[in-house]
């Protein structure tokens, strides 16, 4: 709770620039995932699916290093 309830704050403008952060990343093309690596696979869809991929475990490996604190706690 001590990180969710800052989180939220600072998504909704209490943030020293005073803007809105909220979902900056999520434009066209593809959101955020998109296809950062097109230039290497040339593939769009294979693309996409890369960054979703990689955006998936990128988030589970956090969600699992902030659990395993809270576990040893």
């Known amino acids: 709770m001590g ?3 800052p ?3 600072v998504d909704l ?9 909220e ?13 950062y690596i097109v230039h290497q ?3 769009d869809q ?3 699916s890369l960054g979703f991929w990689n955006t998936l ?3 589970v490996l956090a969600h699992i290093g902030s659990d395993l604190v809270a576990v040893a706690a």
């Open 3 to 5: 990180l969710v309830l």
């Open 7 to 9: 989180g939220i704050i």
């Open 13 to 21: 403008r209490g943030n020293t620039q005073h803007d809105r952060i």
């Open 23 to 35: 979902l900056r990343c999520w434009q066209q093309p593809n959101g955020p995932m998109g296809n």
């Open 41 to 43: 696979v040339h593939n």
């Open 46 to 48: 294979f693309a996409v």
């Open 57 to 59: 475990t990128t988030t």
